[in-house]
């Protein structure tokens, strides 16, 4: 096979390699195309597809303050096995206060705390006190890993929450300097559903009602809803729970809705690690009798009373919740809990008819212009404009193929980088154009005419071309959301148009020179 036989089969071969892979994204495909065939799609952006978007702010100060109640466990724990005794510990917003005994103690604890928490600093406050902050080195890398943990637990959440395409990404604003997350969903209407299902914390506590007698030190009060099992109403009540926390939802390995059972509602069973699972038959044999309490976000939402041991790693929570709203709580609970609360700080809700009006617009403008190019290039270059117009086309082709196959999201910016590809595309086939025209005013033959015209074009189409390619390669870098959907479009764009303009319609012109004698060019 000769040299251009090789090209024609290359464009050939990506011809249908395009229509392929955007055949699914124009039409159904039958089903025997899924069995062999790519079913990759261009998808839609929330701009054009409609959905919600929102900005939340994560409440670091509150995750350090966790991180420090964890700490004061562990510095108990390491007072216990150096059998240091009579140390108070209290936090105070983000300090720790230490109270030792006496001189040796302290001296104990200055050790331990030293060999143990180095990135604790230690202030000696008088009267035995001692205070402790985390230096600056460790706040900030408490910082990062709430808002690294935040987002993967948002993502975590969404993904089983059945969006596709979502975008969940840190951005920092740029006045205040916060961290925030920015949260797009595409084709989610229902805001309300989305916000309890991403802000909520999701701390699962288990903790044992106290007797009726017990009341202040050592217990708190809660909130729980409960359902009458006669008449369905939803009634508040309030525990009074023993204040220890007997197991946390990291217990939890996964989180299933089950249908409802007699007359109570659907409810969420848990099923246990098997860490969690020993320690909850423990709890189970040791509490014969007395009621469990199982609590999220500081809200009661089952007490059942225990009547046996339970083995076998499963738990149960009930409650006043439709089968959405369980569903709901499985999500958060199989996700994890938050590092810290997130609240939100923008919403907006964008409506599917915007959209494909969007779109609608969008192609009408895409149609309208597109013609004018194309009749003017018919009318300015003859032969020479009909090819460019096929050489547009291809292009157009090869850039929706590639969005189609790399399951690209295709916003409005990203619809604005297209039409800003095509342009570029016309513009180097002008280029070669009006190289040619040149070439034979010049007295030169149709075949050095073409090879000429080319040759002189193609420096000022790859610069051109190159330096708008690296500014896509920043734009998608640095960008975010739409930005990086335009980057996308337009670098793809850019590489489609220089192989359609230098290449395909080269071989053209050398197909026709080579086998029909080609004399007399048309441009």
Not at 292 to 305: E, F, G, Q
Not at 385 to 413: H, K, Q, R, S, W
Not at 439 to 465: H, Q
């Amino acid at each position: 096979m000769t040299s251009i036989g090789y090209r024609i089969a290359l464009v050939a071969g990506l011809t249908v390699w395009a229509l392929v892979y955007l055949m699914p994204s124009l039409t159904a495909v039958p089903g025997w195309w899924r069995t062999i065939l790519p079913t990759s799609q261009i998808r839609l952006g929330l701009d054009l597809r409609g959905g919600t978007h929102l900005l939340l702010e994560i409440d670091l100060d509150e995750a350090l303050r966790n991180n420090l109640d964890r700490t004061i466990a562990e510095i108990q724990r390491a007072f216990d096995d150096a059998s240091i005794r009579g140390v108070t510990l209290s936090r105070d917003n983000h300090t720790l206060r230490l109270r030792a005994p006496d001189q040796d103690t302290r001296n104990q604890v200055q050790t331990v705390l030293s060999e143990q928490f180095p990135n604790l600093v230690q202030t000696p406050a008088g009267d035995g006190q001692m205070t402790l902050v985390y230096d600056s080195r460790q706040v900030r890398t408490l910082h990062e890993y709430a808002i690294d943990q935040t987002l993967e637990t948002l993502r975590n959440r969404i993904d089983q929450f059945g969006v596709t395409e979502p975008i969940v990404q840190r951005q920092t604003d740029q006045f205040s300097g916060e961290e925030q997350v920015v949260v797009q969903l595409p084709g989610i209407q229902d805001a309300a559903r989305a916000k309890r299902l991403i802000g909520q914390t999701a701390v699962l506590e288990f903790k044992l009602v106290a007797d009726a007698s017990a009341q202040g030190a050592g217990t708190v009060t809660l909130r729980g809803q409960d359902r009458d099992p006669l008449s369905g109403e939803v009634i508040t009540s309030e525990y009074t729970l023993e204040e220890r926390t007997l197991m946390t939802g990291e217990a939890v390995a996964d989180a299933r809705v089950r249908p409802s059972v007699d007359i109570e509602g659907p409810y969420v069973e848990l099923v246990l690690s098997s860490t969690g699972s020993r320690v909850f038959e423990e709890i189970t044999g040791a509490n014969v009798g007395r009621q469990l309490a199982i609590i999220l976000d500081n809200t009661v939402y089952s007490a059942p009373r225990i009547n046996e041991r339970i083995g076998g790693g499963r738990a149960a929570i009930t409650g006043s919740f439709d089968i959405k709203e369980a569903r709901d709580l499985a999500i958060v609970l199989r996700a994890g809990a938050l590092p810290a609360p997130v609240t939100i700080a923008e919403e907006r809700t964008v409506g599917p008819s915007l959209g494909q009006d969007s779109i609608r617009q969008g192609v009408r403008s895409f149609i309208i212009g597109g013609i004018i190019v194309v009749v003017f290039m018919i009318i300015y270059y003859r032969l020479a404009g009909v090819l460019t117009d096929v050489a547009v086309g291809l292009n157009i082709l090869y850039l929706l193929a590639a969005l189609a196959m790399f399951e690209a999201t295709l916003t409005l910016p990203g619809i604005a980088g297209i039409i800003l590809t095509v342009g570029m595309a016309v513009d180097a086939n002008v280029l070669i154009n009006e190289r040619m025209r040149e070439e034979l005013r010049r007295g030169k033959s149709a075949r050095a005419a073409v090879e000429s015209g080319y040759e002189n074009a193609r420096p000022a189409i790859l610069d051109s071309n190159i330096t708008t390619f690296l500014s896509g390669l920043i734009l998608f870098q640095f960008g975010s959301g739409p930005i990086r959907g335009f980057a996308v479009t337009l670098c793809i764009g850019i590489v489609s148009t220089v192989f359609t303009a230098v290449v395909v319609t080269r071989i053209v012109y050398d197909y026709f020179l080579s086998r029909r004698r080609l004399v007399e060019l048309s441009v």
